[in-house]
């Protein structure tokens, strides 16, 4: 087996705004679009037939972003970005003697759709040259989408139509007690929604044994706790 060429494109465009006003005093717009492809091939020993897996990805991407320094002391980061990705995906299997294609299973359910959109804001408060305070949350919802071909596998399912969401945040402090000590505690929350790979990936590694889907697969949290202590000589 081998990995075919991997095609990458992408096209971006940015834009700055940088005035004084009450809630923000810079904003940054950012899209983009990424073309993204790659492919699998595998062939038994002494077989004729070639198995060609082919995925294709178009990728839409949207950030907004505001800061506002109120002071030299206080500095408020928010903005929220969305992401959309289609999956093209197609399976073909190659008779390498007489050339004639027929199709096999694709990776991935083919259209499927996974979109995401996230709000956040950071805080960050530096009082004096002692203690900085940083906190700040962010709101993430996913939406994945996808109908299963039952043409090649049995599934005992026709598809996933999987929604997730979570607040997360993030709270820190620096104390400088002098010149030579730092102490930092940080403590936070994270979130990991499940994605099409996770979800809907169909994987026959060798005869009778097939990975097969999980469209009922749940999402992971974390929760983080830290400290630590510096000493410069």
């Given at each position: ?9 992408m ?30 091939n ?7 037939e070639?198995?060609k897996?082919?995925e294709n ?18 500095e ?10 289609y999956?093209?995906s197609?399976?073909l299997?190659?008779n ?15 259209g499927?759709?996974m979109?995401s ?5 950071s ?11 940083q ?7 996913t ?17 996933f ?21 730092q ?9 990991r929604?499940?994605?099409i790979?996770?979800?809907a990936k169909?994987?026959?590694s ?6 097969v ?8 949290y ?8 510096r000493?410069?000589?």
């Open positions: 087996w081998y990995y075919g060429p991997q095609k990458w494109s096209l971006s465009a940015q834009a700055q705004y940088n005035k004084e006003h009450a809630l923000f005093n810079k904003i940054n717009f950012l899209i983009g679009f990424q073309d993204y492809t790659e492919s699998r595998d062939r038994k020993l002494n077989q004729e070639l198995r897996r082919t990805l178009d990728i839409f991407s949207a950030n907004l972003d505001f800061g506002k320094e109120f002071d030299k002391k206080t408020l980061y928010y903005g929220m970005e969305a992401n959309t990705n999956v093209h197609s399976g299997s190659e390498l003697l007489t050339g004639n294609e027929t199709e096999i299973a694709s990776r991935y359910p083919d499927s759709t979109n959109l996230a709000g956040y804001y805080l960050n408060y530096n009082p004096n040259g002692k203690f900085i305070f906190v700040g949350s962010r709101f993430t919802y939406h994945l989408k996808g109908e299963f071909d039952k043409r090649f596998y049995d599934f005992p399912f026709d598809g139509d999987m929604r997730n969401s979570a607040f997360n945040g993030n709270l820190g402090i620096v104390w400088h007690p002098t010149k030579d000590w102490i930092n505690i940080h403590s936070s929350t994270g979130f929604s499940p994605n790979d996770d979800v169909v994987f026959d060798e005869p009778g044994i097939v990975i889907p999980n469209p009922d697969l749940k999402p992971e974390a929760r983080n706790l830290e400290l630590s202590i000493r410069s000589y």
